[in-house]
């Protein structure tokens, strides 16, 4: 298994432009998680999914954040408009669920112009 | 919000020596997980103790939970320079969030 695969590795964009971030969790993992990850705020978890469901959306920032997630092997978190202050590590991670432990992606570096 | 913090925030030490890093946790918690995060990477699973457990061993690693107080430590033994990384702390509370701590960074000098 290529473990959960995020795409793109690296983006950079103009303030006011949509992002859109791409996630393919591990095949037969039922739990989804995107997290971001700045040097102030630490790993925040922003939703996640359970069968494709979100369960938890508590931690998304506001209305400029949303995330999808189609079919058991795709979800997308999309910032629309992008803000400066959006710039950071976004991870996608997947889990068997039931509490054990998460895949992380190798994650997507955000910068925000 | 933060729910694990991790203590100490940095820590050098010289290869070959254990490495102590502890975890202190705020609400009840069914599970808590370690994990390491090398410069630029996702992080990576690395161990996993149950509430009804104490102690866990995996590799060089040792893992100790103490709910009474709620907290926990990791322990690398006989540290290596490819130990360099930040190791965070993850509690799974009752409503089933993962939350992790802010991490502490681990330099193994030569």
């Known amino acids: 298994d290529a473990g959960v695969i995020q795409s793109p590795r690296h983006e950079v964009t103009e303030m006011g432009q949509e992002v859109t971030l791409r996630c393919k969790p591990i095949s037969g993992h039922n739990s989804l998680f995107w997290y971001r990850q700045t040097m102030m705020r630490g790993l925040e978890l922003l939703i996640y999914?359970?069968?494709?469901?979100?369960?938890?959306d508590s931690g998304m920032p506001e209305d400029r954040f949303s995330a999808k997630m189609p079919n058991a092997s795709f979800s997308t978190l999309k910032i629309q408009p992008s803000e400066p202050r959006d710039s950071a590590v976004y991870f996608c991670?997947?889990?068997?669920?039931?509490?054990?432990?998460?895949?992380f992606g190798s994650g997507t570096r955000l910068t925000v112009v | 919000s933060q729910q694990g913090e991790e203590d100490p925030q940095a820590l050098s030490i010289q290869e070959g020596e254990n490495a102590t890093m502890n975890c202190s946790y705020k609400?009840?918690?069914?599970?808590l997980q370690w994990y390491r995060q090398n410069s630029g990477r996702g992080l990576v699973h690395l161990i996993l103790?149950?509430?009804?457990?104490r102690e866990k061993h995996s590799g060089r690693l040792r893992v100790t939970l103490d709910t009474s107080k709620k907290s926990s430590s990791l322990l690398i033994t006989a540290s290596r320079a490819a130990d360099t990384a930040s190791y965070f702390c993850?509690?799974?509370?009752?409503?089933?969030?993962?939350?992790f701590g802010k991490g502490t960074r681990l330099h193994i000098l030569p």
């Open positions: 103790i149950r509430s009804n457990e």
């Open positions: 993850a509690t799974l509370n009752r409503d089933d969030k993962i939350i």
């Open positions: 991670a997947s889990s068997i669920g039931g509490g054990e432990g998460y895949t």
């Open positions: 609400t009840s918690i069914n599970n």
């Open positions: 999914f359970n069968n494709n469901v979100p369960i938890d």
